[in-house]
């Protein structure tokens, strides 16, 4: 394989990194990781373009020290930083200078080339992407500019996914343990399907999913290794339901999900999809190891025949969200691993 097929490999599979992110930290060390050729040593990072300081507050909103992280910074002005950087128009690419590079990278960092990608947006620029090289040019630049363009809207859309996500734990709408929608958000979207089963007179169906035994796996590996099988058996419920569904982290270790225009005898058909993927899926509850878990599943149907104009819709939600929850508690005294539609 040439040097130019593995170069490119890596800057695919640091993208993929990049998208896999959960938090704006990750992602400020992964950019400080670019993809390098055999035998290179670089180093990256990202200068956003902040006047307002509207993302430093969404940073420090996270609980993150953003002044801290290697590969992400924010500044309230990108002219100045190095000559002809605030407007650069394409990728450049050259010796570093410490007179003129240094706010960039310190001269302590040993840079002696650089790549300055920019990241177009609206007809201004967002940021620069800015990738050092301790040895020779950076082996990147020599890419095609599509591959440059590439890097550079794959360094954008994954850090506004991750400010957009910050702006929505803001809003209370994403659980910050798990990234799903939050129990804020699920109880609203409830409320709202109590109003629409009404209107359009088609049911619909909740559903609440309990990880047996996990408060057990927490005493015997610490919360830490709870909270990552956590996220990896809500991935595997995750997968199981429509787009059309609403899924979401409830507390502790429950998630729920509300399935429009679905009567409760049709959601048993997803209870039994997920309840089979989470058997057939070993979980590493910790390092080297590796255990199969179970889920317990209530299902309440609403049924638009039993519903009135005018009613409380939030006394409604909350009572057929009741229901599923009796449902699953019915389900684990059962043993687990189970549904049970009430």
Not at 29 to 52: H, I, K
Not at 55 to 62: C, D, F, I, N, Y
Not at 110 to 116: E, I, M, P, S, V
Not at 291 to 312: E, F, K, N, Q, T
Request: proline residues 6%; glycine residues 10%; aromatic residues 4%.
């Amino acid at each position: 394989m040439s040097d130019r097929a593995i170069l490119l490999q890596r800057v695919l599979a640091w993208s993929n990194d990049l998208m896999a992110v959960r938090s704006l930290d990750q992602l400020a060390t992964r950019l400080a990781q670019p993809p390098a050729a055999d035998g290179e040593s670089l180093t990256g990072v990202l200068l956003l373009f902040d006047p307002r300081h509207e993302l430093r507050h969404l940073a420090a909103g996270e609980g993150q020290q953003p002044d801290a992280w290697p590969g992400l910074r924010f500044v309230d002005s990108l002219a100045g930083v190095a000559p002809g950087y605030g407007t650069l128009p394409t990728p450049w690419t050259g010796p570093y200078h410490p007179a003129d590079h240094a706010l960039l990278f310190a001269a302590g960092a040993g840079c002696t080339h650089l790549a300055l990608l920019p990241l177009p947006r609206g007809g201004g620029l967002a940021g620069v992407y800015n990738v050092g090289s301790k040895g020779g040019p950076v082996a990147l630049a020599a890419l095609e500019p599509a591959w440059l363009e590439h890097v550079s809207a794959q360094a954008l859309a994954s850090v506004e996914r991750q400010l957009q996500r910050a702006r929505l734990l803001r809003a209370g709408v994403v659980d910050p343990l798990t990234g799903w929608n939050s129990r804020h958000y699920f109880l609203s979207r409830v409320r709202e399907q109590v109003a629409a089963t009404v209107r359009r007179s088609e049911p619909a169906t909740c559903m609440v999913i309990d990880v047996d035994g996990l408060g057990s796996l927490n005493e015997k590996h610490g919360v830490a290794a709870g909270d990552a099988v956590l996220v990896e058996v809500g991935n595997i419920i995750d997968a199981q339901v429509r787009a059309s569904d609403s899924f979401a982290h409830i507390g502790d270790d429950e998630f729920a999900a509300l399935l429009p225009a679905t009567p409760s005898r049709l959601a048993t058909r997803l209870a039994e999809r997920i309840l089979a993927a989470v058997r057939a899926a070993p979980i590493a509850a910790a390092p080297g190891m590796r255990d199969l878990l179970r889920v317990s599943i209530g299902i309440a149907g609403l049924d638009p025949a039993a519903l009135a104009a005018g009613l409380d819709r939030k006394a409604t939600a909350d009572e057929w969200l009741s229901r599923a929850q009796a449902a699953l508690h019915q389900a684990k005294r059962a043993g687990g691993d189970r549904y049970v539609a009430g």
